[in-house]
C-alpha cells in the first residue's frame, strides 16, 4: 500500500479543482493536477501541477501509471476510472458517483453502448447542466472516500 494516499485530479474540464484542493488540505494530502496545458493551482507544497503532452489518453496515462493502492483519482472518464481501479486507487467523478469495482463494468458498457448510439449519427443530448447538488455530493464522496481508506490504513 502506498506510504501517504494522494489525490489524483484529471483537471481538463474538471469543476471540483477547489473542492478537492480544500478537502486535500484539511487531510494533508498531496494533489497532483494532471493537464495537457498549464492552468493556475494554488501555490501550496501539498499541490503539484503536471502538464503532460497534448494526446487523447496522455494524462489518464499519467495517472493511472502513477496510481498505487490508496490514491484516489478524480474524473469524469470512465476508462482511467477502470484503471484506477484496478491499481487498487479509488475514483470518484465530479458529480460525486464514485466508482467501484461493483459499478465500473456496467459504466463500461454503458459508455460503449452511447459511443455506438452516437456514431449513427443520433444525437443523444449529453449530460445535464452541473449543479450546486453534485458539488456538495461530490465534496461528501471526496470526505467519505479519505475516511474509509484512512480507516483501513490502521
Known sequence: MAATMRIFIDADACPVKDETYRVAARYGLKVFVVANSFIRVPASPLIELRVVDAGPDVADDWIAGETQPGDIAVTNDIPLADRV??????????????FTVDSIGSALAQRSIMEHI???????????????ADRSRFLQALDE????????RR
Open 85 to 98: 481501479l484496478k491499481a487498487g486507487g479509488a475514483a470518484i467523478a465530479p458529480n460525486g458517483r464514485a
Open 118 to 132: 452516437r456514431s449513427t449519427g443520433e444525437t443523444t443530448g449529453g449530460p445535464p447542466p452541473f449543479s450546486p
Open 145 to 152: 472516500t479519505v475516511n474509509r481508506i484512512r480507516r483501513t
